[in-house]
């Protein structure tokens, strides 16, 4: 059942392009700059939300099913549900310091951009580290029942926030995202070619 693997492979992907828009208006912070606080509002907003409605639980799944399977390959790669759990408390500093930007506290801006800079990092460590190590081990060592199993977890889960159409929402508010992104780095150009 690699079209699970390859449906989180996705993901990983769409993940990757929201940190890529929160990397290119930390640069802009970076340089001194005010970055698009919209999009990276927006970006914090689907990071709240997306990881732990629709993605982690079905890694999680896999991994449940990874630990009967081969002990061993679960206790190399460690505590998943632990790492995802990190993953959101880095975000929730990042979210913080996003606030106290916006409310002018004295913040040190290399601080600032630090406390992010360590959300995108380990998020792409974290998301490298289930490419290369925690998906080629269960597509080793689970089965087809493993794979059916977790198929129907997936479908069947009593989860408030898995209603119809929630990856569709996701979908949509990435997409936007992206496009809010386009334009601002559009106006950032127009503007930095007028002051030359």
Not at 55 to 74: N, Q, S, T
Not at 84 to 113: C, F, Y
Not at 168 to 186: G, V
Request: glycine residues 4%; proline residues 3%.
């Amino acid at each position: 059942m690699a079209y699970i693997i390859e449906m989180l492979r996705q993901e990983h992907r769409n993940i990757e392009k929201l940190l890529r828009v929160l990397d290119r208006e930390l640069s802009v912070f970076d340089r001194g700059g005010r970055p698009d606080y919209a999009i990276v509002l927006a970006v914090i907003d689907y990071f709240e939300d997306y990881p732990d409605t629709c993605h982690h639980p079905k890694e999680d799944f896999i991994f449940e099913r990874l630990k009967v399977r081969d002990a061993a390959a679960a206790a190399d790669i460690g505590d998943l549900e632990a790492e995802h759990l990190e993953g959101a408390k880095r975000l929730r500093r990042v979210a913080q310091t996003i606030e106290a930007v916006l409310n002018d506290q004295d913040l040190v801006r290399d601080a600032a951009s630090n406390t992010i800079h360590e959300f995108i990092d380990r998020e792409r460590l974290h998301m490298m580290m289930e490419e290369r190590i925690v998906f080629p081990a269960a597509l080793k060592a689970l089965r087809a029942s493993d794979w059916a199993e977790i198929a129907l977890k997936l479908a069947d889960r009593e989860d408030p926030l898995s209603q119809p159409g929630l990856e569709d929402k996701f979908s949509t508010l990435r997409r936007k995202i992206l496009e809010l992104e386009d334009e601002a780095e559009a106006a950032r150009r127009a503007a930095g070619s007028q002051n030359k």
